[in-house]
């Protein structure tokens, strides 16, 4: 049996459950620009994307002279539902679990760095990654440069490490960078959508996650 030594998380739709509040943020903004307002299924399609590759997708009239306008109002309704957002309930027991058998644990997220530092402090995780990267800092999924850049900072090699996310661009990823994936069906993309990236395995919760966890970590 395959065994690793780090484990990388996605953040959005993975770790936290904020799927609903980036997809209503999208909405929202969009309807104060008076933009056509994408469905819920569109706009958490892009959810892993960096903000403004996602914006190609689901607001594709948005002007360059609208844009800062646009962040301005994403970030205004996104942050007008912080503080209800939450973990996904068992992950933090996933993380001390994995620390305690000294796995590396990493992050590699389409959050800014603002942003990621935000939810890190509130969430009183600042200690617990060993190294994270941010779609503001590197190439945005699904380019491999958020995985590789960690694994150059943590001197991992591929086959060492385990990409979790609920996206096909985590799952793709991962697999441009030659790491192994496991595929969270609990986020913003759907069973099917994720089988179709090819993930190496998808789990449905955060039990079922950190059961296959336990049994593969070195």
């Known amino acids: 049996m395959k065994r690793y030594a780090a484990v990388v998380f996605d953040w959005d739709g993975t770790v936290m459950d904020s799927t609903h509040s980036i997809v209503s943020a999208i909405q929202g903004a969009c309807r104060d620009l008076g933009l056509p307002v994408p469905a819920a299924r569109e706009a958490s399609w892009v959810i892993g994307l960096s903000l403004e590759s996602a914006l190609y997708r689901c607001a594709p009239d948005l002007t360059a002279e609208q844009y800062p306008r646009f962040i301005e109002r994403y970030r205004h309704h996104f942050l007008a539902r912080d503080p209800e957002i939450r973990l996904f309930e068992g992950i ?7 620390r305690q058998r000294e796995i590396l644990l990493g992050v590699a997220t389409g959050k800014s760095r603002l942003g990621l530092d935000r939810a890190l402090r509130a969430k009183s995780l600042e200690q617990v ?8 800092e590197t190439r945005g999924k699904p380019h491999p440069a958020m995985l590789l ?15 979790i996310g609920d996206t096909t661009h985590d799952i793709h990823m991962a697999t441009a960078a030659g790491v192994d994936s496991m595929a969270v069906t609990y986020g913003a ?11 190496t395995v998808m789990v449905s919760s955060v039990r079922d996650m950190q059961h296959w966890l336990l049994d593969r970590v070195a």
Do not use: G, N, W, Y
Request: glycine share 0%.
């Open 92 to 98: 933090t027991d996933v993380f001390s679990s994995l």
């Open 129 to 136: 990654f060993h190294a994270t990267r941010c779609a503001d």
């Open 149 to 163: 850049e960690i694994m150059s900072e943590l001197r991992l090699e591929p086959e060492q490490v385990l990409m």
């Open 189 to 199: 993309h759907d069973k099917q959508t994720l089988l179709e990236s090819e993930p």
